[in-house]
């Protein structure tokens, strides 16, 4: 049996061997990797300007002057003149609390300053003939001296009826309850017709604030006092509602406490705020911003740029060659709020990465795109 293969097979199997090397080849070749490029990332200079500084605290407001308006006298209240949260002038009517009873006890205590008065002329009518008849021994110096002595009791019984009369009087004008200077009123505590038992304690009826200015209270740190201190303490101070009414206001700083709160470490604060609009509320909480230091040529870097880690903060700086350095940075506070302050770490002439900063890293080359 003839086991050779025919030579015109083997050429066959030979020419399908080319074939597919020459496929592989093509195939290998056109499926290599093509030359990775250096990716694009935005990039920035740094801001540099002359900023202020500031430090933030909690505050809260107080009218510039409030009073509780109360009653002093017994009786049923008999009117209401105004209108709950309404703007009242000062010497306006509010409450009127029955009158008759004390009206009519000044009419008492004015008969009987006049009954004193009418003892009072008699009195010193009589002692005085009683002086010129014991010049001629007329009347003896018992009488002369009984004759003084009802004077002198004249003269003490007026004084009592003009007290009596005073009081009558005082008590009669607490039925009447006036503002004593212009402001916003609350609401009454008590309607028409209640009785009010002020005699024996006073009864709150309504509160009164004095609300055109405002008081800005708040606590400053110790050390952050000697700090400012030494520039000088501010004039003004910026506030802050939590919410958003019309805009920021400015107060005047016009009190520091004379101690420091030994418990917390802090002094405490005030600053007056003008409240034109009348949208400033007693007892709001406020933020207040307080000056205390200033910086010339100041390092100003996004703060979303900012990276933080177990170092602290830090920026991808693009050095020579567009190759991107972490370096670790130390900041200060944020500048207008979305700027923070490099205090030390980077030059004002460098450039760093301001966004996509998980996908970038130390070492990585990169195609930098400026930032406005």
């Not at 306006?92 to 009519?104: G, K």
């Not at 004084?159 to 009454?188: M, V």
């Not at 200015?213 to 000088?232: H, P, R, S």
Request: charged share 20%.
């Amino acid at each position: 049996m003839n086991n050779m293969i025919p030579f015109s097979s083997v050429k066959y199997w030979a020419g399908c061997i080319v074939f597919c090397s020459a496929v592989w080849v093509s195939c290998h070749r056109n499926s290599a990797p093509a030359s990775v490029s250096a990716p694009s990332v935005r990039v920035t200079k740094p801001v540099v300007k002359n900023i202020v500084l500031y430090k933030v605290y909690p505050g809260y407001l107080s009218s510039e002057q409030s009073v509780d308006l109360v009653a002093r006298v017994n009786g049923y209240l008999e009117q209401i003149l105004y209108s709950p949260g309404a703007f009242v002038k000062e010497g306006q009517m509010l409450f009127v609390i029955e009158p008759s009873l004390y009206q009519e006890a000044v009419v008492q205590a004015e008969a009987a300053l006049k009954t004193a008065q009418a003892q009072l002329y008699y009195a010193t009518n009589n002692f005085d003939r009683m002086k010129e008849a014991a010049k001629s021994d007329a009347v003896s110096q018992i009488e002369l001296i009984q004759s003084e002595s009802n004077l002198d009791q004249a003269k003490a019984d007026v004084k009592n009826a003009e007290a009596q009369l005073a009081t009558a009087r005082k008590n009669l004008s607490y039925c009447y309850i006036r503002a004593p200077f212009s402001g916003h009123i609350s609401r009454n505590m008590y309607d028409v017709g209640a009785y009010i038992n002020g005699a024996a304690q006073a009864v709150q009826l309504a509160s009164l604030y004095k609300d055109a200015k405002m008081y800005a209270y708040f606590n400053i740190e110790d050390n952050q006092y000697l700090q400012m201190k030494k520039n000088n303490l501010p004039e003004s101070v910026e506030i802050y509602t939590r919410g958003n009414l019309s805009s920021g206001y400015f107060g005047t700083l016009n009190y520091v406490s004379p101690n420091i709160e030994l418990s917390t470490g802090t002094l405490n604060l005030r600053a007056e705020v003008d409240n034109p609009n009348g949208e400033l509320k007693s007892g709001l909480y406020v933020t207040v911003k307080l000056p205390y230091d200033e910086r010339e040529s100041a390092v100003l870097v996004r703060d979303a740029s900012v990276g933080t880690d177990q170092a602290g903060k830090f920026l991808y700086v693009v050095g020579d060659s567009s190759i991107v350095r972490y370096r670790h940075i130390e900041t200060g506070q944020i500048v207008d709020d979305s700027l923070r302050l490099v205090i030390k770490g980077l030059s004002p002439d460098e450039m760093y990465v301001t966004s996509a900063l998980l996908k970038v890293h130390d070492g990585m080359v990169i195609s930098p795109v400026l930032s406005k």
